[in-house]
Every structure is written in C-alpha cells, then in structure tokens.
C-alpha cells in the first residue's frame, strides 16, 4: 500500500511554494529506502493564518473537516510532515478529535516546530511582519500570534496535558511524534535590530528547548500548619508537591540548519537531486521517522537522535563566522534550557505582582554564575507567565570569565508577591536552595512548566457576626485593624 504524506506549513504562509523540493526529494529516495511513496500520495495542506480572527484552534476545527473531506475514502494512515506552527496546529488537532479513536495521522514529524511558542511572538505584528526569516508581505495574525507568545496559557495547557499523560497515546494505534530541528543561525537573514533571530540555542525563529516534547511539569505549594487550637499559620516554605517528566520522544538536531531560508532552511533549502549532500541528514533523519512500525522501533531511535544529537552539538560548539562581520567572530552554541513559571493562589486566580528571584549556595542569587540567565519575558496577555531562557552549560560548569569555578550545585528560589498587607494579602516565601531542584528542573534542551500555588490570605475580620448589643447597634467597623487576626485556611 502506498504511504499518504501530509505536508502541513507553518504561520503567514500564503503560497504552496514554502515547501520547495522537500516532496519531490522524498519521492526521490523513497525507493532505497523500501517506502512506497507515489506523487497522487503526496497533499501539501494550506491554511490561514494571517487573519486576525482565525486562532489555533480555528485551524485545527478545519484541518478535522479537511481530512475527512478530502481523505475519507483513502485506506490506511497518513504520516504528517509539519513545518514551525503547522506542529501546534496538528497538536491541537490531536488533542481535540483523537482520544477517542485510531487517529488517521500515524506519524507526526516536526521539522522545527513552535510547540513551546517563540520568542520572537511578544514583538508584536509590525515588528514581525519586517522580518523576512518568517513572513512574506503579509501581516500575521494577532490570534496565533497570541497562542505562539512564551507562556500562553493554551499553550501551557496543551503541553502540561501532554506531560501529564501515561505516554500510551504514543503507540501502533494511537500516534508516533518527532522532532527534528536545527540550531544555527542563517546570518545572511539575520536582523540586526532584533537579537532575537540571533540568539544562541535556537534557530533564528525557535529555540531548541522550545521544539522538544521532551519537558517536565513541577507544582511547588506554599505551606500552611493547623495548631491544637485550630487556628491557621501560615508557613514561609515552599514545597514540591508535583513532579512529572512526558513520555520519551526522539530529538534530532541536524548540522547546519536555521529555520527558513534557501541556504539554510531545515526545509526551504532540500534539493530535489539526490546528489544535494547538504539536505542528506534531514532526509536520511525524516526516512528514519517514517520507517517505524511499533514502539520498540520508536524506542531505538529515541537513543539514535541522541546520540546523533550530542554529536552535532558537540561538533557545533564554536562556531567561527568571517565575511559578513567587521572581524571575524566566533559563537559558543551552549545547550539552554527554557523554564516557563505559572504563579496563582489557592483559590485559582492568578497572581500577577511579584517578584521571583533564583538562589544558588547560601540562598544568595549573587551565588549564581555569569552568563547564566540569556533572556526573560513576561506574557504580554497573562502576566502571571513568566518564561526565563537559561544558558545549561554554565549553569552546570560554570561561566567561562571565571574558570568554570563558579558551577552552582544547589538551586532555589523566593518568591516576593504582592500586596503583602490588608485584608487579602501574601506572603512571601521560598524554596531553600537544593540539589534535588537544581535536577528536576534544569535538562539540556528542554522546558520545565512549574506551577507554583500561593496561599491567599483572608482576614477572618473581613466577615464578622457580632452579638446583639444596643450599645454596639452604632459601632462602625469603618477601621478594622487587618493585622494580628487569624486567617481563613
């Protein structure tokens, strides 16, 4: 039976030329590769998102009836071949329409996919729409600009459910998902009033943390104590009381590979000739996803992708640039690692005033290493989302200006929320630095969710009964003291 390939884009594409010769190439080598793969086999899927009015979820609502339109009389499964957000879309698509039923996808492929988001997205449309490495003269549209910002809450949600899951969806009835990405930077398409398509442990568009499935979900609570007399006390320390690492997935890192453009572009720069040695890894990394058949074969290449991956970023460790700076210049590629922060109270509202501080060695923050933290961005839209990008590298050997001394082993962190006095107030606490925290939360590539749950303190004063007293008919409680009150667990 001839194999369906699905071709999904990523955002503010508007011509079915974004794929180049990724198809015809496939096509090319499938012979040798023993997959029977015809061109009548091969649907380069469009959507819009350059609209305004049309979100994530809208796309993957149509992608549901596009399939079942165009599809429903094929037999078998497709594979899927995704680009940047056309991930997202079909993650949604999966989340939304198959917990119930063999999906018709049986291989989902990523080539550079924004399933944690972009950094670039808090820019906002009109700085976005100058830069060439992802649109082409059309606005992006606000919606799926939104739900691609760091921290988006259906972003957070979709990936927490996929973190939280027992890991069975990823088997012969259910769905196989990959990543496949680069992590250089096209200077040629670099722009120089953005830092951004620049920044190290990406590929000008997405960070590699940002692609992999592969993260972890922490919840730290605030304590709080009963004494004999049943009254409450609430405790300056936090605790984790969640911890949960998603089901294995292969990730591939290939040599050389930006996110878009023709020279460099993980799937804009594929040649059809089978002869083009500079797209033979993404082929070769693609006919490897498309070959598997049960999960033991999943399994094996899960360690493959590693230690394929470890090669290439070892390899990639310095890179020297001439020619288009005024000397030449060379860039560490570290590994990173993306932490996305969630702060709410106990009662579900989010918190949206406070400070959060990392310590390191005696609780201090002055204890961490140089370089450690790359960058730091609040959600725009939920300001209780905070995403910080953390050089990995340094975090666990220490910054280069000082030997690799300064190498941190324990990790904390504190929490300064706000209002700290009246009626509803918080209190500020914190997680003394540990080893055990410094291991859960940090990993080479990867994102860490961590919740962390504040106690809401309400005054017991702010709802009194008082005894019938025609000397207190005319009491005001105008200025009730807040303060030396026992709270309401």
């Not at 917990?99 to 924004?114: F, G, T």
């Not at 993404?282 to 290449?301: P, Q, S, W």
């Not at 609040?378 to 001394?405: A, R, V």
């Not at 990993?443 to 504040?454: A, E, Q, R, W």
């Amino acid at each position: 039976m001839a194999t369906t390939i699905l071709f999904i884009h990523g955002w503010s594409v508007t011509n079915l030329d974004t794929y180049g010769d990724l198809p015809l190439r496939l096509l090319a080598e499938a012979a040798k590769n023993n997959i029977d793969i015809v061109v009548e086999e091969i649907f380069l899927g469009r959507y819009i998102s350059f609209h305004d009015e049309v979100g994530l979820d809208d796309i993957s609502r149509a992608f549901e009836y596009a399939i079942n339109e165009k599809l429903s009389v094929k037999k078998g499964r497709y594979i899927c071949i995704t680009h940047s957000t056309g991930a997202p879309v079909l993650r949604e698509w999966w989340e939304k329409y198959n917990m119930n039923r063999i999906p018709p996808v049986s291989h989902l492929i990523m080539l550079a996919p924004a399933n944690f988001g972009s950094a670039l997205a808090i820019l906002g449309k009109g700085k976005l729409s100058r830069i060439k490495a992802w649109f082409d003269d059309v606005e992006p549209g606000q919606k799926v600009l939104d739900w691609l910002e760091l921290g988006s809450i259906p972003a957070w949600e979709l990936n927490k459910k996929w973190i939280m899951s027992d890991g069975s969806q990823i088997s012969n009835n259910g769905i196989f998902p990959f990543v496949i990405t680069g992590q250089s930077i096209d200077r040629k398409i670099y722009d120089h009033l953005n830092s951004y398509t620049g920044e190290m442990g990406s590929d000008g568009v997405v960070r590699t943390a940002t692609t992999n499935l592969n993260s972890t979900y922490i919840k730290l609570k605030q304590e709080i104590t009963v004494n004999e007399l049943k009254k409450y006390s609430l405790s300056s320390a936090l605790n984790i009381t969640e911890y949960k690492e998603s089901a294995p997935t292969p990730l591939r890192v290939i040599t050389r590979k930006s996110h878009s453009g023709d020279e460099m572009g993980i799937m804009a720069s594929v040649k059809r000739g089978t002869d083009d040695v500079k797209s033979a890894e993404t082929i070769d990394a693609i006919f490897d996803c498309i070959k598997v058949n049960n999960k033991a074969d999943y399994d094996l290449l899960i360690a493959k992708f590693q230690t394929a991956t470890d090669k290439v970023q070892k390899d990639e460790l310095n890179e020297e640039v001439t020619g288009i700076f005024k000397f030449s210049r060379t860039f560490t590629h570290n590994r990173y690692s993306q932490v996305i922060f969630r702060v709410t109270d106990t009662e579900g509202s989010p918190v949206t005033d406070f400070d959060l501080v990392l310590t390191a060695g005696n609780n201090n923050p002055n204890h961490l290493p140089a370089g450690f933290a790359a960058d730091r961005q609040q959600n725009s839209k939920n300001p209780e989302m905070i995403t910080y990008y953390f050089n990995f590298d340094i975090l666990k050997n220490g910054s280069p200006e000082t030997n690799y001394k300064d190498k941190i082993i324990k990790l904390g962190l504190q929490i300064n929320p706000r209002p700290v006095e009246g009626f509803v107030r918080f209190v500020p606490c914190e997680m003394t630095a540990n080893t055990e925290l410094l291991d859960k939360v940090f990993k080479p590539n990867s994102t860490t969710l961590i919740d962390i749950v504040l106690h809401r303190v309400v005054s017991n004063e702010v709802f009194r009964f008082e005894v019938t007293n025609p000397q207190k008919n005319g009491l005001s409680f105008k200025k009730v003291d807040w303060r030396n009150k026992n709270i309401i667990k």
